[in-house]
């Protein structure tokens, strides 16, 4: 019997550019990169190096351009909208801006996420979002607005939203950034206890370094390369 994890993205050659003619600039070059089934990757890197370029690119939030980027076994160089869709709705986004409706209670902004998926009631979206919110320990805040929680209640609120629909991989960029070093460490954890729970993929970009003792793999980008890896989970 065959245990071993599975490929959730296999990038090769992968190169990317911004503008046209004159004006087109490389940001990526030649990225090589494997993430598997279940681990925790850490990429780091320099302001302007790239980073949130390949992390949109991983979650089909913009076409791939050139070489070759397959995420869940589908191919996004070159692939269809609907193709892209159909790749999105098996990944949760964390991102610096929460990007919560203030309009929506926390259970309401974290049910949007169930609403992509066929197949729950809204009385089972409505159950699946404040266990969710439970998970994350705001069983108190469920019917709480956004403008009544503070920064790490509003960003366990987007953790939740990323994690209710049980997606295959989680791709957060800069999640602790605007959070002080307790509420950015207590949402790197919760993100970590849940989605291993899951057996969810976490991709995670990040300058803050007091947070890369969770990854299996640091990684790090500088200049649209990738310059070197650090593994925390070989003995």
């Keep these: 019997m065959n245990n071993k994890p599975e490929n ?10 911004f503008g046209q003619a ?8 030649n990225i090589d990169l494997t993430v598997k089934s279940g ?3 850490i990429l780091k890197g320099p302001s302007g190096s790239g980073k949130t370029t390949l992390l949109t690119l991983m979650g089909g939030l913009r ?9 869940l076994n589908q191919e996004l160089v070159g692939a ?5 869709i159909k790749v999105r709705k098996n990944i949760g ?3 610096q801006a929460h990007n919560l409706l203030k309009a929506l209670t926390a259970r309401q902004n974290v049910q949007m996420s169930l609403e992509l998926h066929q197949g729950f009631s809204p009385q089972q979206a409505k159950d699946k979002s404040i266990a969710m919110l439970e998970a994350v320990g705001l069983g108190d805040r469920v019917n709480y607005y956004p403008e009544n929680l503070s920064g790490g209640q509003k960003q366990r609120v987007a953790i939740a939203r990323a994690l209710v629909s049980h997606p295959k991989m989680i791709l957060a960029d800069e999640p602790t950034a605007a959070l002080d070093s307790k509420s950015g460490r207590d949402v790197v954890e919760i993100m970590q206890k849940l989605a291993k729970d899951q057996g969810c ?3 995670i970009v990040t300058h803050d370094n007091r947070i890369l003792d969770v990854a299996d793999r640091i990684i790090t980008l500088e ?6 890896e650090e593994f925390f989970w070989l003995e």
């Design 201 to 203: 993929t976490i991709f």
């Design 63 to 71: 076409s791939s351009q050139s070489g070759s980027l397959k995420v």
């Design 80 to 84: 269809k909208k609907h193709q892209l």
């Design 223 to 228: 200049d649209g390369r990738l310059e070197e």
């Design 39 to 41: 681990e925790i990757v």
């Design 22 to 29: 004159a004006l087109k600039k490389q940001i990526l070059f």
């Design 93 to 95: 986004y964390i991102f």
């Design 8 to 17: 959730v993205v296999l990038i090769k050659k992968l190169n990317h550019y």
